[in-house]
């Protein structure tokens, strides 16, 4: 395979639906892959994807004998340059069969393209930002990714370190029960701090001013982590979109502290417990099942994506009551619709104050995902 091997530009509609339709060949043997909506992956990748707004990618398929065999995509995001300087660039989407003579040419082809932007410093995958899917599955494989995680196969780790590129965060999900018993932090704080704590849940007649107020707290909240990029407001507009369709107002709480709002969680069903029925396919029946899952509570799993207090009561124990109050708030929820466990993801490797907190609910890391860099 190795000298029969050609990467070509997607640069129409068939290529891009062969780049689409990849992933089926290279995990059609391995139980845990989760086939994602194709209708959802063109929408993705077409104009109507916000991110374009403020960012430009290019994709590319390498093909061994006319036969597709791999995928990956590079981009340039303003906003993260703005934040890191203009010669940052990334790759993403990166799939390919087991042979490094693949990845090899993948990523010579998606650096060559990345030095014409004048990026220095490359890392990934982004999918296409690090406010969508990112990182490399590198362990947690005998399981299937919850939704808006990824999965990968063992090999990819491997070949991309051949192609240089060095490992430059870890992150981590956590799972734990929904009925898990209250620790006596838990407890010892929401007793001291929790009369002056009021909580709330979305008020869905008010969608607009509640997802830029989430935005907001979102962006507060995270702009010291490592990598962040704000959110844009048509990035949240787009996942208020989500929002509406599959969550109760109950899987968004809202923690507030002399009439501001401080705090938030958002929890969302794993439909990823769905799609392997619809292997792909909304249509004809595919919305139907899965809209049926959703309400009649069949779906038993869920993910908190989202989480965050505001900068001034972080490492504070007024601000870790918070958190265990949201906590324990939208668990209720959860538990009531039928949500037994619930991955919390992702988590930076670094970020001490939620591991704590994970901990300290009896959480478990059973999935860690990686972050690669490379100076060009």
Not at 15 to 43: C, G, H, M, N, T
Not at 294 to 301: A, H, Q, V
């Amino acid at each position: 395979m190795t000298e029969n091997i050609s990467v070509r530009p997607v640069s129409n509609s068939r290529q891009r639906k062969l780049f689409i339709k990849l992933p089926w060949s290279i995990y059609q043997d391995d139980p845990a892959w989760v086939p994602p909506l194709r209708l959802e992956r063109r929408l993705h990748f077409s104009s109507l994807n916000p991110f374009f707004k403020h960012g430009q990618w290019r994709a590319w398929l390498a093909y061994s004998n006319d036969r597709p065999v791999g995928r990956i995509s590079a981009q340039i995001d303003a906003l993260h340059r703005q934040q890191y300087g203009p010669d940052t660039g990334h790759f993403g989407l990166l799939e390919g069969e087991h042979e490094p003579a693949i990845f090899k040419a993948l990523m010579h082809t998606a650096e060559s393209w990345l030095l014409e932007q004048q990026a220095r410093r490359i890392s990934g995958p982004f999918n296409f930002s690090i406010n969508q899917e990112c990182g490399l599955l590198v362990d947690g494989f005998e399981t299937p990714p919850v939704f808006m995680m990824p999965h990968h196969r063992p090999w990819y780790g491997q070949c991309l370190e051949a192609q240089g590129y060095l490992p430059a965060k870890d992150l981590f999900a956590y799972r734990v029960k929904v009925d898990f018993e209250r620790p006596a932090v838990m407890r010892r704080l929401i007793t001291r701090y929790g009369r002056r704590v009021r909580l709330r849940t979305l008020r869905r007649r008010d969608m607009k001013n509640e997802m830029a107020l989430l935005r907001e707290l979102f962006n507060e909240a995270w702009a010291e982590n490592w990598g962040f990029v704000p959110f844009t407001q048509a990035e949240f507009a787009e996942l208020g979109t989500s929002l509406r369709l599959l969550v109760p107002d109950d899987y968004v709480q809202i923690a507030e502290l002399d009439g501001q709002a401080v705090a938030f969680i958002v929890a969302l069903p794993n439909v990823n417990e769905v799609l392997p029925e619809l292997d792909g396919r909304l249509f004809p029946f595919g919305l139907f099942k899965l809209l049926r899952h959703i309400k009649g509570g069949r779906i038993k799993t869920g993910r908190v994506p989202l989480m965050g207090v505001r900068r001034q009561y972080q490492n504070r124990p007024l601000g870790m009551a918070m958190i265990y109050l949201l906590v324990d708030a939208v668990r209720r929820a959860l538990w009531e619709r039928g949500i037994r466990e619930v991955e919390l993801s992702w988590v930076l490797e670094d970020n001490s104050g939620t591991i704590k907190i994970m901990d300290s609910i009896g959480s478990t890391a059973y999935k860690r995902y990686r972050l690669y860099e490379k100076s060009l």
